[in-house]
Each structure stands twice: as C-alpha cells, then as structure tokens.
Nanobody, 128 residues
Framework: QVKLVESGGGLVQTGGSLRLVCAAS????????MGWFRQAPGKEREFVTA????????VYARSVKGRFTISRDNAEATLYLQMSGLKREDTANYYC?????????????????????WGQGTPVTVAS
C-alpha cells in the first residue's frame, strides 16, 4: 500500500509563510483526490483543502481561503500546501490524505471518512 509522508512543518511567526510537502512512496500513485487536514491540540481533525488529482479542481475551508494554496506535481506524486498570512489559530498537526479511486457516488472532499490513505502528519506552530 502506498505511504504518504509529510514534511515542511515548523515554527513560524504570525504573518509568515510555510510550504508543506506530501510525497507518495510510489511515483506512479495517481489518486482521485488528495487533501490536507489539520488537528489542533484538543480539537477534532478538520478539513483544510483538497484537489482533484487529474483536473486540478480545488476546494478550501473558509478559514484558509485566500491564504493557503494547494497544488500537486502529478509526475512526482507530490502534494503541496503553500501557507501564507499564518495566524496563531493555524497551529496544528497537518496531515495529507488521499482518496485512492473514484466512488460510485460523488466524493465529498471535506469529509474525513472519504479518505483511505493518510500520512503521519507534520506540526506547524505559529507564534506571535
């Protein structure tokens, strides 16, 4: 089974930027959808953004729209999350996830249970 490995997390000042990277263990990995989720201490994991792997359609949570950008490199089976204008409330562990193949019914990009493959997460801390 393919594995997803996140990197790029760290400590950043309020208003700063970070780029997260999620690399699949197999370069031939071609999922249906990939997304980023995050989980702050004491809170439930929440949707951040997702992208249709083939067509590039994107969806963003309202809280990050305009500040975060999701992108992918299909040839390298790599997913990115460019974060700018970071706020303290963006502090969390960030996870990438994949919906490996299409379903008979439309995939709800923002729903955690739609995703069948998850990375281990990378921490992001935003300090003032």
């Amino acid at each position: 089974q393919v594995k997803l490995v996140e990197s790029g997390g760290g400590l950043v000042q309020t208003g700063g930027s970070l780029r997260l990277v999620c690399a699949a263990s197999e370069r031939t990995f071609s999922p249906y959808v990939m997304g980023w989720f995050r989980q702050a201490p004491g809170k439930e994991r929440e949707f951040v953004t997702a992208i249709n792997w083939k067509y590039g359609d994107t969806v963003y949570a309202r809280s990050v729209k305009g500040r975060f950008t999701i992108s992918r490199d299909n040839a390298e089976a790599t997913l990115y999350l460019q974060m700018s204008g970071l706020k303290r409330e963006d502090t969390a562990n960030y996870y990438c996830a994949a919906v490996s193949s299409p379903r008979e019914s439309p995939v709800l990009y923002h729903v955690l249970s739609e995703y069948d493959t998850w990375g281990q997460g990378t921490p992001v801390t935003v300090a003032s």
